[in-house]
C-alpha cells in the first residue's frame, strides 16, 4: 500500500457518459496530480493540484476537469467520454520541495465502450 | 521541458549488477534528477533522486556525471521483481509550487533467470 487511494479501481461505462475518479494523498501531502497512460501515448501529465488551488496543466481535455477538496483529496471528473479516453487514471501525491518524490496509487482503469 | 534519453530496453542476468543510463543535456541547476519504475499493471514508484552527488538508498544507487548532463541508476543484484519500465525525469520546480513531472518512454528492464 502506498499510501495513495484510488477509488473505483475499475469502471466500465458507455460513450457519452461522465464519470468521477476519486483520489485520497498520502497523509501529510498538499499536492495532487493526475496522469493518464494509455497503450500508444504512455503517461501523460493532466494536471496538479497544490492544497486546493491549480498549479499547472498538462494535457488535459476540456472535457475533462478536476478539483482539490479542502480536506485534500481530489476528485477527477471525465465527461462526453468516448472511445479514445480509455486508460488507466493515475493520482500521484507528493509534497513540493526537493527532498520528496511523488507517490502513486494503483489507479482506475476505465474502459467506454 | 528538460528532456531526457534513455534507451528503449535492456537485459541483465538475476543477481548481477544493472546499470541504467540517461542523459539529459540541457539541464538545468535547479533540476533534480528523479528515477521510478513502473511494474505492469501498477502506478510507478519512486526510487531515487538527486541533484549533484551520488545517493544511495535502499533500492538503488544514483551516479550523477560532473557536468550532471547524465546519469546512471544502479541496481546492485538484479531479482526478477526489478523487471519494469525505469524512467529518468528531470523535477523542476517552477514559479507557483507547479510541478508536473514529465515521463518519456523509459527503459524496459527484462532480467533474465
Known amino acids: 500500500d502506498s499510501g495513495v487511494t484510488q477509488t473505483p479501481k475499475h469502471l466500465i461505462t458507455a460513450t457519452g457518459q461522465r464519470v468521477t475518479l476519486r483520489c485520497s494523498p498520502r497523509?501529510?501531502?498538499?499536492?495532487v496530480y493526475w496522469y493518464q497512460q494509455s497503450l500508444d501515448q504512455g503517461l501523460q501529465f493532466l494536471i496538479q493540484?497544490?492544497?486546493?488551488?491549480?498549479?499547472a496543466k498538462g494535457n488535459i481535455l476540456e472535457r475533462f476537469s478536476a478539483q482539490q477538496f479542502p480536506d485534500l483529496h481530489s476528485e477527477l471528473n471525465l465527461s462526453s467520454l468516448e472511445l479514445g479516453d480509455s486508460a488507466l487514471y493515475f493520482c500521484?501525491?507528493?509534497?513540493?520541495?526537493?527532498?520528496?518524490?511523488?507517490?502513486f496509487g494503483s489507479g482506475t482503469r476505465l474502459t467506454v465502450v | 521541458d528538460a528532456k531526457t534519453t534513455q534507451p528503449n530496453s535492456m537485459e541483465s542476468n538475476e543477481e548481477e549488477p544493472v546499470h541504467l543510463p540517461c542523459n539529459h543535456s540541457?539541464?538545468?541547476?535547479?533540476?533534480?534528477i528523479h528515477w521510478y519504475r513502473q511494474l505492469p499493471s501498477q502506478g510507478p514508484e519512486y526510487v531515487i533522486h538527486?541533484?549533484?552527488s551520488n545517493v544511495n538508498n535502499r533500492m538503488a544507487s544514483l551516479a550523477i556525471a560532473e557536468d550532471r548532463k547524465s546519469s546512471t541508476l544502479i541496481l546492485h543484484r538484479a531479482t526478477l521483481r526489478d523487471a519494469a519500465v525505469y524512467y529518468c525525469?528531470?523535477?523542476?520546480?517552477?514559479?507557483?509550487?507547479?510541478?508536473?513531472?514529465?515521463f518519456g518512454k523509459g527503459t524496459h528492464l527484462i532480467i533474465q533467470p
Open positions: 500521484a501525491s507528493s509534497n513540493l520541495g526537493s527532498n520528496y518524490g511523488y507517490t
Open positions: 497523509s501529510g501531502d498538499l499536492s
Open positions: 493540484y497544490y492544497n486546493g488551488e491549480e498549479r
Open positions: 540541457t539541464i538545468s541547476g535547479t533540476d533534480y
Open positions: 538527486g541533484l549533484t
Open positions: 525525469i528531470l523535477r523542476t520546480y517552477s514559479g507557483g509550487g507547479a510541478d508536473g513531472l514529465t
